[in-house]
């Protein structure tokens, strides 16, 4: 770490909305601490989510629009390099870790901002590169669990718990902390062929506990029906996924459309007729899901420092680990590009994909 910080950097910067394909690398100024609250972190390493991509496509346009040039990313791992007036808990080379707010939103790049709130060191086992690829999707499948906690009767502790694409960034970190964390009798999850073997490689065997090739199999043929008790819907399956929910059962999902009031709290500048439409369609599922006898939620996501502390801490005990698929250089904009595309397209990939600032 150098002890000056430059005036320029390099970011990954959008002059429009568009698709991956045309990401570009550009010059931008370093930002600068304006709040008292504020660290300045030199990234040493990014991940990108599909909502990143998502947002940066025609999808954010219709969300409300962006200035530009518009930074990428909101997951990051670095080392302090300034701190606002009012920071007493970090100090300039501390290794951390964020999901950096919607006002922060940059992290594919040399230096960004993050705040106290969202903010915690980097647990001390892992490399750059795998820490950056835990706060936003772990953080997900946390507060997910945190809920089926909470609407599950006696808990998730010696239940069954349905997690699908247990490979994926968010599905990854469900299925570990399901089983590990919360205390799930049996977690279910859905992968394709090429897959299966590998989880029981990077998880370690017997998480999960029931396989299902999706590509084969329908999960209420190999569950029972009513066997779950709760769903951790990552990829839009609630309807579809209903006939395995116990009556009394939950599932929280983050792939059927938010709350549009949660949204928009997040996102100010969401049209309210978006936020309209996103509240008629939750209410629909909240109300058919209800028929079920089965609760429904649509998280999203709260990005804070305590949700990361509790996940440094299951990571030195070795109940979580970031699931890391591919890491490119921030210099190779093509494989940039590339990864960003698969995000785009949720398809084939395995855990996060991550950008190391070099």
């Not at 469900?174 to 029981?200: E, H, M, R």
């Not at 990361?308 to 030195?316: K, T």
């Amino acid at each position: 770490m150098t002890s000056e910080i430059p005036t320029t950097m390099r970011a990954i910067a959008l002059t429009k909305f568009c698709n991956p394909a045309e990401y570009n690398l550009g010059t931008l100024p370093v930002p600068k601490i304006t709040r008292p609250d504020e660290l300045l972190i030199r990234v040493r390493a990014a991940s990108v989510n599909p909502v990143d991509v998502k947002l940066a496509s025609s999808i954010g346009k219709m969300m409300g629009g962006a200035n530009f040039p518009s930074k990428l990313g909101y997951d990051l791992a670095g080392e302090v390099v300034d701190v606002g007036t009012d920071v007493s808990t970090f100090k300039k080379g501390d290794e951390v870790y964020s999901r950096v707010g919607t006002e922060h939103k940059g992290t594919l790049a040399e230096y960004c901002l993050s705040s106290v709130s969202t903010t915690a060191l980097k647990p001390a086992s892992l490399s750059f590169a795998e820490a950056a690829a835990i706060p936003l999707a772990a953080q997900t499948a946390l507060q997910a669990l945190d809920v089926g906690e909470e609407q599950v009767k006696g808990g998730l502790k010696g239940k069954v718990v349905y997690v699908p694409a247990g490979l994926s960034g968010t599905g990854s970190f469900g299925v570990q902390l399901a089983k590990n964390v919360f205390g799930a009798k049996s977690v279910v999850t859905s992968l394709s062929p090429g897959k299966i073997k590998l989880i029981g490689e990077l998880m370690g065997e017997g998480t999960p506990d029931v396989i299902v090739d999706y590509t084969k199999q329908k999960t209420v043929d190999v569950t029972g029906k009513g066997s779950v008790d709760f769903m951790f819907d990552t990829v839009g399956e609630t309807v579809k996924s209903l006939g395995v929910i116990r009556k009394g059962g939950a599932i929280v999902s983050v792939s059927m459309g938010p709350n549009g009031t949660d949204f928009k709290k997040k996102n100010p500048t969401l049209p309210t007729y978006i936020a309209y439409i996103l509240n008629v369609v939750d209410w629909l599922l909240r109300t058919y899901t209800g028929w079920y006898g089965v609760s429904y939620k649509a998280l999203v996501l709260v990005g804070n420092a305590k949700d990361l502390e509790r996940l440094s801490g299951w990571v030195q005990e070795g109940k979580v680990k970031p699931i890391v698929g591919s890491v490119v250089k921030l210099s190779d904009l093509e494989g940039v590009r590339k990864g960003c595309q698969q995000c785009l397209e949720g398809k084939g990939g395995v855990g996060k994909f991550v950008v190391e600032i070099d």
